[in-house]
């Protein structure tokens, strides 16, 4: 019943910037967190950033994005952003919106998104 669609993928050059958006079908009630995993060819899905849905929005990055990537969350719009700055061509991916809601361990999906950093 829930689903998940990123948007904003595409073409950029080194040291250009893309947002990533994720929007959610539904309003998500259980305890979970929302974010984005990338998985490049040859490469296993790794964790990109996650969110928290509780108070404060506690926010963790991977470190080989941390201080270039900021997820930031609207609930009232029931999405999710993905700033991606200083794009390097290591950052090209498969971009993938997660939704995990903790208690019943259950995890949704987006299709995924492209994003390709080339000179």
């Known amino acids: 019943q829930v689903q998940l669609v990123e948007s904003g993928g595409g073409l950029v050059q080194p040291g250009g910037s893309l947002r990533l958006s994720c929007v959610v079908s539904?309003?998500?009630?259980?305890?979970?967190?929302m974010g984005w995993y990338r998985q490049a060819p040859g490469k296993q899905r790794e964790l990109v950033a996650v969110?928290?849905?509780?108070?404060?929005?506690?926010?963790k990055y991977a470190d080989r994005v941390k201080g270039r990537f900021t997820l930031s969350r609207d609930n009232a719009k029931n999405t999710i952003y993905l700033q991606m700055n200083s794009l390097k061509p290591e950052d090209t991916a498969v971009y993938y919106c997660n939704a995990h809601l903790l208690l019943a361990d259950t995890n949704y999906w987006g299709q995924g998104t492209q994003v390709t950093v080339s000179s």
């Open positions: 539904r309003s998500i009630f259980s305890t979970y967190t």
């Open positions: 969110i928290s849905s509780g108070s404060g929005g506690s926010t």
